[in-house]
């Protein structure tokens, strides 16, 4: 809990993210972070339970949701955010720089004329140390770059929202092979986070404990990062990160749900629009993407 608000996770086991209300008790007044919509690939549905609980946990405290926040355009979970919207109002928003990663990804999935990549999916985006209020509170954002070219923090009081620019120090940093992503970025926007004060709170968007550690945890502070990330602790350098980094990525295969996950994402949560028969289509490259 901070000072004056309270910070309320949700785990989706499927995908392990961790989506986040934060509220303050003394207006109501709250805003959602990195919300999931779960999907079966098999079947090529859409289930929203895990999104429900967070509607079943505002409407039990009675909450006024002003805003829908996006750390970035995931590609390991879809976005619950334009259906908690039609549940509970609020405005959707992502980093204003989403623009550019939409015009990638419009052109890998040949996207037609119906999808428009200038972040009107969104309702609000945000450059660096741009703010938003809620209620009586203030919500600063602060553009972290490298994981995607379009990663946005969130700071709250003694809070960070750091989406996937860092795990866990015993996990470390998140990928930046995909489209846009840059190591040498990442390095700097972690020096940028690693700038407040060793105290604050660092909230994350996923845990993956390595096998000596039985829990799972979404927060930690800027001291221990700085002491025990395994990749980028106190003393790495630039050159140094970019190699581990670079090598490790070469390693890694695709999030399993990175098709669908896009194409939803940089619509803010909505889906395809319908073809001709009222269906909605998903579409997968073959032989093409990363």
Not at 10 to 30: G, I, L, Q, R
Not at 134 to 149: K, Q, Y
């Amino acid at each position: 809990m901070m000072k004056n608000h309270v910070i309320h996770p949700f785990f989706d086991k499927e995908t392990w993210t961790f989506s986040y209300v934060v509220y303050s008790p003394n207006d109501a007044h709250a805003l959602v972070i990195d919300s999931v919509l779960n999907f079966d690939q098999k079947s090529g549905r859409f289930h929203t339970h895990s999104a429900d609980e967070i509607i079943h946990f505002v409407k039990q405290n009675n909450l006024i949701v002003d805003y829908i926040l996006e750390t970035h355009a995931h590609a390991d979970h879809i976005s619950a955010g334009y259906y908690l919207k039609q549940a509970l109002g609020g405005q959707l928003v992502i980093g204003k720089t989403i623009t550019g990663v939409q015009s990638v990804f419009k052109d890998i999935f040949n996207l037609g004329n119906e999808f428009i990549p200038n972040g009107s999916d969104f309702d609000i985006l945000l450059n660096d140390k741009d703010c938003i209020q809620f209620g009586e509170s203030i919500c600063e954002a602060i553009t972290v770059p490298g994981h995607t070219p379009a990663c946005l923090a969130y700071r709250i009081e003694n809070c960070l929202f750091v989406g996937d620019t860092l795990f866990m120090p015993d996990v470390g940093t998140a990928r930046c092979d995909f489209p846009g992503g840059d190591a040498s970025s990442l390095y700097w926007s972690i020096q940028k986070l690693y700038s407040y004060p060793d105290d604050t709170l660092v909230y994350l968007c996923h845990d993956y404990p390595p096998q000596d550690r039985q829990h799972i945890s979404y927060q930690t502070t800027i001291k221990e990062q700085k002491e025990k990330n395994i990749h980028v602790h106190t003393g790495v350098t630039e050159e140094q990160f970019v190699e581990l980094r670079s090598n490790r990525d070469k390693t890694l295969t695709l999030p399993n749900l990175i098709i669908p996950s896009i194409q939803i994402n940089i619509r803010a949560g909505k889906y395809p629009t319908p073809e001709s028969n009222g269906v909605s289509y998903l579409k997968t490259p073959i032989n093409y993407f990363i």
